[in-house]
């Protein structure tokens, strides 16, 4: 769940972020994106990417949407649009999930997390599941953030309270040093393990933290009241582990942990299946059924879909960028690239692209045409570079 830093319809004035005087402060480049004015870079996107492998990198994704449901059963209202097994999610635990349009096109990918109560975002008490209802928190992507609450309120019963939480920052501490850095601040922390979620009390601000993150790395997703962003910011990067990481080094991250970025490799037009995301589908949903797109989405299940995401070692130096061409041995196109670009971690070039079923074996040799000259790659196996989350031992 992340997006890159072109091709997205920009609106006329972009919005500033609770920390952009902060950012500029810390020297941080600032391009307009996803409708907000976003820190690209500090001290180059090379050295803030292996910033991040080595400790850890802080990165503002206040853009991203956050959203709160309660109600009754929001949890079998949402299965509707979702195809993720959301009754059995427990509480303090999140899932990666896609919402899905009526045809089984992809919407948006998202993460969405089980609240023991809605009173983590200062809900009311009678939202609490204690009282009957049930809460849900999702983190959605900014440049479609209002289409995406549009749809819900479109689809889900008027029982469900959909609240946009535009008054909180959400913060991305990523790296290997990630959890001993936060732990430095705020106690408790190092109990999480990845994709687990909890509430936090730093300095009297309520926070709620996930072990989660789009890097491939160990690290934490932070929500918080944007009022307060700066000051947590500031003293996150007070430590030595820490440093501010713009949107360009998370981009070339993602890439190399082969996280899909939606709107470039996914689009509506994108089925799970397709999108290489069949682990979206829990058992007993396949089973079931009963979510949008079911049909279409259950049969490329069982049969395979036509075109699928795959990643691709391109040879040479040169980057392969999106939109460029996948062709067959005659020359016809037969697929495209859906990101690109250097790895800085491997030293060489990467990509994404959708093919056909038929070419997305790993190993197989595909030929890539941009700018009328071919480049030649091979299917490999994603993530690029092994992701290092941190999960519990097995037996305990």
Same mark, same amino acid.
């Given at each position: 769940?992340?997006?890159?830093?072109?091709?997205?319809?920009?609106?006329?004035?972009?919005?500033?972020?609770?920390?952009?005087?902060?950012?500029?402060?810390?020297?941080?480049?600032?391009?307009?994106?996803?409708?907000?004015?976003?820190?690209?870079?500090?001290?180059?996107?090379?050295?803030?990417?292996?910033?991040?492998?080595?400790?850890?990198?802080?990165?503002?994704?206040?853009?991203?949407?956050?959203?709160?449901?309660?109600?009754?059963?929001?949890?079998?209202?949402?299965?509707?649009?979702?195809?993720?097994?959301?009754?059995?999610?427990?509480? =303090?635990? &999140? !899932?990666?999930? %896609?919402?899905?349009?009526?045809?089984?096109?992809? #919407?948006? /990918?998202?993460?969405?997390?089980? *609240?023991?109560?809605?009173?983590?975002?200062?809900?009311?008490?009678?939202?609490?599941?204690?009282?009957?209802?049930?809460?849900?928190?999702?983190?959605?992507?900014?440049?479609?953030?209002?289409?995406?609450? =549009?749809? &819900? !309120?479109?689809? %889900?019963?008027?029982?469900?309270?959909?609240?946009? #939480?535009? /008054?909180?920052?959400?913060?991305? *501490?990523?790296?290997?040093?990630?959890?001993?850095?936060?732990?430095?601040?705020?106690?408790?922390?190092?109990?999480?393990?990845?994709?687990?979620?909890?509430?936090?009390?730093?300095?009297?601000?309520?926070?709620?933290?996930? !072990?989660?993150?789009?890097?491939?790395?160990?690290?934490?997703?932070?929500?918080?009241?944007?009022?307060?962003?700066?000051?947590?910011?500031?003293?996150?990067?007070?430590?030595?582990?820490?440093?501010?990481?713009?949107?360009?080094?998370?981009?070339?991250?993602?890439?190399?942990?082969?996280?899909?970025?939606?709107?470039?490799?996914?689009?509506?037009?994108?089925?799970?299946?397709?999108?290489?995301?069949?682990?979206?589908?829990?058992?007993?949903?396949?089973?079931?059924?009963?979510?949008?797109?079911?049909?279409?989405?259950?049969?490329?299940?069982?049969?395979?879909?036509?075109?699928?995401?795959?990643?691709?070692?391109?040879?040479?130096?040169?980057?392969?960028?999106?939109?460029?061409?996948?062709?067959?041995?005659?020359?016809?196109?037969?697929?495209?690239?859906?990101?690109?670009?250097?790895?800085?971690?491997?030293?060489?070039?990467?990509?994404?692209?959708?093919?056909?079923?038929?070419?997305?074996?790993?190993?197989?040799?595909?030929?890539?045409?941009?700018?009328?000259?071919?480049?030649?790659?091979?299917?490999?196996?994603?993530?690029?570079?092994?992701?290092?989350?941190?999960?519990?031992?097995?037996?305990?």
């Amino acid at each position: 769940m992340s997006e890159e830093l072109d091709d997205i319809e920009q609106p006329e004035e972009p919005q500033t972020l609770p920390l952009d005087a902060w950012h500029r402060a810390a020297g941080g480049r600032m391009v307009p994106f996803a409708g907000y004015h976003m820190p690209v870079q500090y001290e180059g996107i090379m050295a803030e990417h292996l910033w991040t492998r080595e400790r850890a990198g802080l990165f503002d994704v206040s853009h991203m949407g956050q959203v709160l449901l309660t109600g009754e059963d929001v949890a079998g209202a949402l299965e509707k649009l979702l195809p993720g097994d959301l009754h059995g999610l427990k509480a =303090g635990r &999140m !899932r990666y999930s %896609l919402l899905l349009a009526e045809d089984g096109g992809i #919407l948006d /990918d998202l993460m969405v997390t089980r *609240l023991p109560s809605a009173e983590a975002f200062g809900g009311e008490e009678g939202d609490s599941e204690s009282n009957g209802g049930e809460a849900f928190y999702i983190v959605v992507n900014g440049a479609v953030k209002y289409d995406d609450i =549009g749809f &819900m !309120r479109e689809h %889900l019963p008027d029982e469900v309270t959909i609240n946009h #939480l535009e /008054d909180h920052a959400l913060l991305a *501490l990523q790296g290997p040093a990630a959890g001993e850095a936060l732990a430095e601040i705020l106690s408790g922390t190092d109990q999480l393990y990845f994709m687990q979620a909890a509430a936090f009390d730093w300095d009297s601000v309520p926070l709620w933290i996930s !072990r989660s993150g789009y890097t491939g790395e160990d690290g934490f997703e932070i929500s918080l009241p944007a009022s307060e962003a700066e000051r947590f910011a500031s003293a996150l990067t007070a430590l030595d582990q820490v440093k501010p990481v713009g949107l360009g080094a998370r981009d070339s991250l993602r890439l190399e942990a082969g996280l899909p970025l939606y709107g470039h490799d996914l689009t509506p037009e994108t089925t799970p299946m397709a999108g290489d995301l069949g682990f979206a589908l829990s058992k007993r949903r396949r089973e079931e059924g009963g979510f949008h797109g079911a049909e279409r989405v259950l049969g490329e299940h069982r049969d395979g879909p036509a075109t699928k995401r795959v990643g691709i070692r391109v040879e040479g130096r040169q980057p392969v960028r999106e939109g460029a061409e996948v062709v067959d041995a005659d020359g016809a196109v037969v697929g495209h690239v859906t990101s690109g670009g250097h790895a800085p971690t491997l030293g060489t070039p990467i990509a994404m692209a959708m093919v056909p079923a038929a070419l997305a074996e790993p190993e197989t040799r595909i030929i890539i045409r941009q700018r009328g000259k071919d480049f030649t790659g091979t299917v490999a196996k994603m993530p690029f570079v092994p992701q290092r989350y941190r999960r519990p031992s097995k037996g305990s």
